[in-house]
Structures are given as C-alpha cells and as structure tokens.
C-alpha cells in the first residue's frame, strides 16, 4: 500500500539558515512525488513534483527537492530559509488510480 | 495555469442545517474530483472522489448520506453537509484532476472553513 511518512512534525530553523525537510514514500511503481505548502487557513500551493527524469527537482520559491530511489526519499531543500517560508509542508505520492497520499506534514517555524 | 475555486471560503451554520460547498476549475475540464477533510494541525484526510456523470466513491469511514457529492459537469462538483454538527466543523479542500505535461496532475481549491454552532 502507498504511504508517505514525513518523520518531523516541527522544524524551526533561524532566518538564512539551510533548510531540509524529509520525506520517506512506500510506494511499488515508480512514484509521482509532490511537495505541498500551506499557510493557516489556505489552500495547498504546489512547491514542486517529480514525475521522471533528472532527480534533483527544482520548484518555486527556491525550493528544490532530490528523488532517492534507493533511500525511498524524497528530501525538500532550501539553501536560505526567509521568514515567509514559516508554513506547514505537505509530502504526498500519487498511486495510479490518481489517488493522493499525503504525509502528516511539517510545520516550519522561523525565526528572526 | 489551471486554477480550482471554491465557494464560500467561509461558512457558519447552525446545528441540523445543510450546507453545500462548490468546487469549480476556472479553465479547464476535470473528469474527475477530489474531496478532503483536514483538522487543525493534521494533514488530508481523503473524503471521497467524484467523477462527472457517476457516483461517488467514498472512503472508508466516511458516510456518503451525510456528505453528499454531486458531480454534475465537467467544471463543477458540489459537496453537501447535510443536517450539520458541530463535529462537521472542519476545513474541506477540493481539487481537480487535470493534465499538466502529459502527466496527470491534481489542482487544489483554497479550501472552505466550516463551522457548525
């Protein structure tokens, strides 16, 4: 069965600092892998998705994310944190059937 | 790009009352639609999928007389509260599927803050 796992609830990182959050899928087939953010109250924005081909993803806002068949992972980066990015992120994989498996999330706290 | 609506954003409703929520993708045609539940603080809960012209599919646990969803057209797909509780009081989010690429992709709404008094 297809399952995300995010294994940090919190993170909290100082502005400028680097920023890594993980992600582990379970997942047969090749996956199609997503990250999510959400701010309070708001509806999911799309940072990036890996589909096939290069596995180092690049995505909005200076996000990128690396594709680790071996390691089941699927790690969101970002080399210089501002105080905009304190949000909650969504890992997710899409089986087949176009279903979503989201991961539980984890919320990003910034500070000054 | 494709953009998904939802209406309204926010809802406030008294106990044993119905409440619809629409899900709409602006520019593009979606056969299929996805509706999810999220508490504070927890991630997507998978209500059901609507396809335009069948029934929905419902996962497990979720009472489909409770939540009635109507997937009528291609752009638009309805989810109705009915007789509301106060338990109902959630964050509900649709998306879309559409093509992005070739590749199949999902388009979230900006969600619907229910809260049952």
């Known amino acids: 069965a297809q399952s995300v796992t995010q294994p940090d609830i919190h993170i909290t990182v100082s502005e400028g600092a680097s920023l890594e959050l993980r992600c582990n899928y379970s997942?047969?087939?090749?996956?199609?892998l997503f990250w999510y953010v959400q701010s309070p109250g708001q509806g999911l924005q799309l940072l990036l998705k890996?589909?096939?081909?290069?596995?180092l993803v690049q995505g909005i806002k200076g996000f990128e994310a690396e594709f680790k068949r071996s390691q089941s992972s699927f790690n969101l980066r970002k080399p210089s944190v501002h105080w905009s990015d304190a949000a909650e992120y969504f890992c997710?994989?899409?089986?087949?059937?176009?279903?979503?498996?989201f991961g539980t999330g984890t919320s990003l706290t910034v500070i000054p | 790009g494709a953009v998904v609506s939802q209406h309204p954003s926010r809802v406030i409703c008294k106990s044993g009352t119905s409440v619809k929520i629409e899900c709409r993708s602006l520019?593009?045609?979606?056969?299929?639609m996805f509706w999810y539940r999220q508490f504070p603080k927890q991630s997507l809960m998978l209500m059901a999928t609507?396809?335009?012209?069948?029934?929905?599919?419902?996962e497990q646990g979720v009472e489909k007389d409770k939540f009635l969803i109507n997937h009528a057209s291609l752009t638009l797909s309805t989810l109705t509260v009915t007789s509301a509780h106060p338990e109902d009081s959630s964050f509900y989010i649709c998306?879309?599927?559409?093509?992005?690429?070739?590749?199949?992709?999902?388009?979230f709404g900006p969600g619907t803050r229910l809260t049952v008094t």
């Open positions: 890996y589909f096939s081909g290069d596995t």
């Open positions: 998306s879309a599927l559409g093509l992005a690429g070739g590749a199949r992709e999902q388009y």
């Open positions: 997942y047969g087939a090749t996956p199609y």
């Open positions: 997710a994989v899409v089986s087949t059937g176009n279903q979503f498996y």
């Open positions: 609507s396809n335009e012209g069948s029934k929905a599919t419902y």
């Open positions: 520019d593009f045609q979606a056969t299929t």
